[in-house]
């Protein structure tokens, strides 16, 4: 079982940036696939990237391609998530999640743990 709680949304300006936090607690956390996805209002959950166990690989949905980074940090059993050159369609719940098994998805159903989300406003 893993316990995933995030953190860093707020209000920021087009053009700002973030850096959302992902804090992992659970036995063997550290051997998880990691992915964010996010959800606007009005809008199906959509994925946004994900990290290999070791922090070897990265995938990302195009959207955020070349804007947004993602990281982890085994020993402390975090992932962040930096956002640049932050859009107004980026204003989304942003959802940490865990996946016991497999390589990099950006299909939900690999995903078996989900945090409570954190909101991202930007404005414009």
């Known amino acids: 079982q893993v316990q995933l709680v995030e953190s860093g949304g707020s209000l920021v300006q087009a053009g700002g940036s973030l850096r959302l936090s992902c804090q992992a607690s659970?036995?063997?956390?550290?051997?998880?696939?990691m992915g964010w996805f996010r959800q606007a209002p009005g809008k199906e959950r959509e994925f946004v990237g994900a990290i290999s166990r070791s922090g070897d690989s990265v995938l990302y949905t195009d959207s955020v391609k070349g804007r947004f980074d993602i990281s982890r940090d085994n020993a402390k059993g975090t992932v962040y998530l930096y956002m640049n050159s932050l859009k107004v369609e980026d204003t989304a719940v942003y959802y940490c999640?865990?996946?016991?098994?497999?390589?990099?998805?950006?299909?939900?159903?690999?995903?078996?743990?989900w945090g409570q989300g954190t909101q991202v406003t930007v404005s414009s």
């Open positions: 999640t865990a996946g016991r098994q497999g390589g990099l998805s950006s299909d939900e159903i690999s995903y078996n743990y």
């Open positions: 659970g036995r063997n956390s550290w051997t998880y696939l």
